[in-house]
């Protein structure tokens, strides 16, 4: 157990639909980092956060959307879901920002839009 | 930009026998560098990691070396278990970019 938590696991809804995939980092770190790993792209960087503030953006697309809340907890919007956005998406969170420090990963919540 | 190139899979060995995941990187300044695993319907796990050159990441009878002078991380065991089947990812966090990029995977099949 990384200490990272995720909710919900899985989750199956339709085209068109907005989904919020929510993020508890483990207790003490201010980072978090939102990852997708889908079978064409493997782990794609979507964004991260260092208590409260957007410190890194990489692959995230205009419909989606994330942020970090007072108490550390992050939470990704996923909107005008698409089927090609059926991804496990990951969250992880680390200490501080530091070139050395570990990056902790939960065990991801499963997306599936039909 | 920074980069992981890591063998491709999938690798299928029989129990016992020494494994060799090659992963090299490009990267400017002095990253760190981690392997993860992935077992089958799970998450990422940290398998170990390496902060400078010459430094040697080991874990559950894995361990890789950081080599600046080939820019490489290989990851090594000399007797693979059934238990290990699993994706193995190479990552390099620093240089850059602060977050992790990771090499597409290498998933490891261990026959009995």
């Known amino acids: 157990d990384s200490g990272v938590t995720q909710t919900p696991k899985h989750l199956i809804t339709a085209t068109g639909q907005r989904v919020t995939l929510r993020c508890s980092p483990r207790?003490?770190?201010?980072?978090v980092y939102w990852y997708q790993q889908s079978l064409d792209q493997g782990l794609q960087f979507l964004i991260q956060?260092?208590?409260?503030?957007?410190?890194a953006k990489g692959n995230i697309l205009e419909r989606f959307s994330a942020q970090q809340f007072p108490d550390l907890h992050s939470e990704l919007n996923l909107s005008s879901l698409e089927l090609g956005d059926s991804a496990l998406y990951f969250c992880?969170?680390?200490?501080?920002?530091?070139?050395?420090?570990?990056?902790?990963f939960g065990e991801g919540s499963w997306l599936t839009v039909v | 930009g920074d980069s992981v190139t890591q063998m491709e899979g999938p690798v299928t060995l029989s129990e016992e026998a020494f494994l060799t995941i090659n992963c090299t990187y490009t990267?400017?300044?002095?990253?760190?560098l981690f392997w993860y695993v992935q077992y089958p319907g799970e998450g990422l796990q940290l398998l170990l990691k390496?902060?400078?050159?010459?430094d040697k990441g080991s874990n559950k009878g894995f361990e890789a070396t950081y080599r600046k002078e080939t820019t490489s991380f290989h990851l090594e065991k000399g007797s693979v278990q059934v238990s290990d089947s699993a994706v193995y990812f190479c990552?390099?966090?620093?240089?850059?970019?602060?977050?992790?990029?990771f090499g597409k995977g290498t998933k490891l099949s261990v026959k009995p």
């Open positions: 992880a969170s680390s200490v501080e920002d530091r070139t050395g420090n570990t990056i902790y």
């Open positions: 207790s003490g770190d201010l980072s």
């Open positions: 956060y260092y208590n409260g503030e957007e410190r």
């Open positions: 990267a400017t300044g002095y990253p760190s």
């Open positions: 390496a902060t400078k050159a010459d």
């Open positions: 990552a390099l966090k620093g240089g850059s970019q602060g977050n992790l990029i």
